[in-house]
């Protein structure tokens, strides 16, 4: 298959009734798809190992994304959706308790603490901010009267937002620690850290994480609070990746707001090489409809042409009417993005101020280079390859954007699953034996790992013998050092 036929922006796509059978999720993955998230803050732990198990049966190499629930408040267990209209009044009480002695529209929360942390006059927002309430008052038992301001429909589980109030509950929860448990029980390779505020929390979550198990899970932190926009560089600097999780961040701030702050978010993870992804409402009309609207075309491809790593589909795939479609909808869209995409100038894109701070840089940018001169020469390479043990210089070379495809290649199931959200990135896996792992690096060029996966690059079609292509890797010279050669060669000589 053709390099230029993959989409260079992942999709991340949540599992749910609409997508959890195998035959659905097998077109998902012919779709496109590149990444699952599994969103405990819906369904049981027991209903997600199945589809867990299903999942790994049908495709090992994918990346699992557990997102935590976090601090989240939500209405209760409703009997059936209620319908509410501007100026009609609504009270709020606790789901634990009894349900008030009231003769209009009561809804319950499942957090006691609201009452204590809001005041008359404070708003409220249900599911990202569609419906909107005015607080009229709360009574001495803790009953929130408000008044609607923005109608529609109310139903179960659906996220509460109170914009500027501080519920004084730190991450990771309760409930967040039993899903991490569960997410290192599963072998997931992400967690979704929700409502981070600062860097303290995402030290806390890696923490239990090595109290309990040596197995590397990236942590992804979800951007959504204005605490997390003030303190943004210290949080990516200890994550693997970031969310900009545009739901809840654009009822916690102005709206207007959500595409400046995503444009710097991306920019700033970009600069950092930590993949960066971009979630919430970008095909919000197919979980009704068939064909996508063009603002949602035009999302999708402003999000591709900032560099963000990876595109999530949440309620599309999990509850939609047509997941398969929606995939198939983003992967044309992030084609026709990347085919248009602007020429990334690599000093733009260097983490340090005065220059080079990592020999991957200095490599990304001798690779963007000669990727770009060979193309202007009229002998463009066709893939650049990267052996790689950890993952970090393939991302590395992927900020950099260079228009030709990448091909990263490990014998380490999880270093492949991690890059499935990395930009750009076409990732094969070559299983050797265990006590192989470390000597199949051995060699530079000549190395096991390389040869292999030159191998099966032809064999899968992705080179061909007389093609010329890049290779970024340890050289002859100093085989067992650190990647530390760029080099151009014809596939016929390297087998």
Same mark, same amino acid.
């Given at each position: 298959m053709s390099l230029n036929k %993959?989409?260079?922006?992942?999709?991340?796509?949540? /599992? =749910?009734?609409? @997508?959890?059978?195998? $035959?659905v999720f097998k077109q998902l993955l012919e779709s496109g798809l590149n990444a699952v998230r599994l969103n405990t803050s819906h369904g049981s732990l027991e209903s997600h190992k199945?589809?867990?198990? *299903?999942?790994? $049966?049908?495709s090992p190499e994918i990346s699992v994304l557990v997102d935590l629930p976090g601090i989240k408040i939500r209405t209760g267990n409703l009997e059936e959706p209620i319908s509410v209209k501007p100026g009609e009044h609504v009270v709020f009480y606790y789901s634990e308790l009894s349900s008030p002695d009231y003769q209009g529209i009561s809804i319950p929360i499942d957090y006691k603490i609201v009452a204590k942390n809001v005041k008359e006059g404070s708003n409220i927002f249900i599911n990202d901010g569609i419906l909107h309430f005015k607080i009229d008052y709360i009574d001495d038992d803790g009953i929130i009267y408000s008044k609607v301001i923005s109608g529609g429909l109310i139903e179960s589980r659906k996220g509460i937002n109170l914009p500027g109030m501080n519920l004084g509950i730190k991450v990771p929860t309760r409930s967040d620690i039993e899903r991490i448990n569960f997410a290192i029980d599963i072998d997931a390779d992400f967690i979704a850290i929700s409502f981070v505020s600062d860097r303290s929390e995402?030290?806390?979550?890696?923490?239990? /994480?090595?109290? !309990?198990?040596?197995?590397?899970?990236?942590?992804? @932190? !979800?951007?959504e609070r204005e605490e997390a926009l003030m303190n943004f560089s210290g949080i990516l600097e200890v994550s693997d990746g970031i *969310?900009?999780?545009? &739901?809840?961040? &654009?009822v916690e701030i102005a709206p207007e707001r959500v595409p400046v702050e995503q444009r710097r978010i991306i920019y700033e993870s970009n600069k950092f090489a930590k993949p960066v992804i971009v979630a919430t409402q970008i095909l919000d009309s197919m979980i009704r409809n068939p064909i996508a609207t063009r603002a949602e075309i035009s999302d999708i491809f402003t999000a591709? +042409?900032?560099?963000? +790593?990876?595109? *999530?589909?949440?309620?599309?795939?999990?509850?939609?009417?047509y997941p398969i479609k929606a995939v198939q909808v983003m992967h044309k869209t992030a084609l026709e993005a990347h085919n248009q995409m602007r020429r990334r100038e690599p000093a733009h894109y260097d983490s340090g101020l005065g220059g080079y701070v990592r020999i991957q840089e200095l490599l990304g940018h001798a690779i963007k280079t000669m990727s770009y001169q060979a193309r202007q020469a009229g002998n463009p390479a066709k893939a650049i390859f990267i052996p790689t043990r950890? &993952?970090?210089?393939? !991302? %590395?070379?992927? !900020?950099?954007?260079?228009?030709?495809?990448?091909?990263?290649? @490990?014998?380490?199931?999880?270093?492949i699953r991690n890059l499935n959200m990395v930009w750009g990135l076409h990732n094969l896996f070559i299983e050797v034996e265990k006590d192989e792992q470390e000597r199949v690096y051995l060699g530079g060029l000549r190395s096991p790992l390389f040869k292999n996966a030159i191998l099966l690059s032809v064999?899968? =079609?992705?080179? $061909?013998?007389? +093609? *010329?292509?890049?290779?970024v890797s340890s050289s002859a010279v100093s085989p067992d050092s650190p990647t530390n050669l760029v080099g151009a060669f014809k596939v016929s000589d390297l087998l």
């Amino acid at each position: 298959m053709s390099l230029n036929k %993959f989409h260079r922006s992942k999709i991340l796509a949540t /599992i =749910g009734p609409s @997508s959890n059978n195998p $035959e659905v999720f097998k077109q998902l993955l012919e779709s496109g798809l590149n990444a699952v998230r599994l969103n405990t803050s819906h369904g049981s732990l027991e209903s997600h190992k199945v589809n867990i198990k *299903m999942i790994r $049966e049908v495709s090992p190499e994918i990346s699992v994304l557990v997102d935590l629930p976090g601090i989240k408040i939500r209405t209760g267990n409703l009997e059936e959706p209620i319908s509410v209209k501007p100026g009609e009044h609504v009270v709020f009480y606790y789901s634990e308790l009894s349900s008030p002695d009231y003769q209009g529209i009561s809804i319950p929360i499942d957090y006691k603490i609201v009452a204590k942390n809001v005041k008359e006059g404070s708003n409220i927002f249900i599911n990202d901010g569609i419906l909107h309430f005015k607080i009229d008052y709360i009574d001495d038992d803790g009953i929130i009267y408000s008044k609607v301001i923005s109608g529609g429909l109310i139903e179960s589980r659906k996220g509460i937002n109170l914009p500027g109030m501080n519920l004084g509950i730190k991450v990771p929860t309760r409930s967040d620690i039993e899903r991490i448990n569960f997410a290192i029980d599963i072998d997931a390779d992400f967690i979704a850290i929700s409502f981070v505020s600062d860097r303290s929390e995402v030290h806390e979550v890696r923490k239990i /994480i090595q109290n !309990k198990t040596n197995k590397k899970i990236g942590l992804i @932190s !979800k951007i959504e609070r204005e605490e997390a926009l003030m303190n943004f560089s210290g949080i990516l600097e200890v994550s693997d990746g970031i *969310m900009v999780a545009r &739901g809840d961040l &654009g009822v916690e701030i102005a709206p207007e707001r959500v595409p400046v702050e995503q444009r710097r978010i991306i920019y700033e993870s970009n600069k950092f090489a930590k993949p960066v992804i971009v979630a919430t409402q970008i095909l919000d009309s197919m979980i009704r409809n068939p064909i996508a609207t063009r603002a949602e075309i035009s999302d999708i491809f402003t999000a591709v +042409d900032q560099g963000a +790593d990876t595109l *999530m589909l949440s309620e599309e795939t999990a509850t939609g009417r047509y997941p398969i479609k929606a995939v198939q909808v983003m992967h044309k869209t992030a084609l026709e993005a990347h085919n248009q995409m602007r020429r990334r100038e690599p000093a733009h894109y260097d983490s340090g101020l005065g220059g080079y701070v990592r020999i991957q840089e200095l490599l990304g940018h001798a690779i963007k280079t000669m990727s770009y001169q060979a193309r202007q020469a009229g002998n463009p390479a066709k893939a650049i390859f990267i052996p790689t043990r950890h &993952g970090t210089t393939a !991302k %590395f070379i992927a !900020k950099y954007r260079p228009r030709t495809p990448l091909i990263a290649a @490990s014998s380490d199931l999880k270093v492949i699953r991690n890059l499935n959200m990395v930009w750009g990135l076409h990732n094969l896996f070559i299983e050797v034996e265990k006590d192989e792992q470390e000597r199949v690096y051995l060699g530079g060029l000549r190395s096991p790992l390389f040869k292999n996966a030159i191998l099966l690059s032809v064999e899968k =079609g992705l080179v $061909e013998k007389d +093609d *010329m292509i890049l290779v970024v890797s340890s050289s002859a010279v100093s085989p067992d050092s650190p990647t530390n050669l760029v080099g151009a060669f014809k596939v016929s000589d390297l087998l």
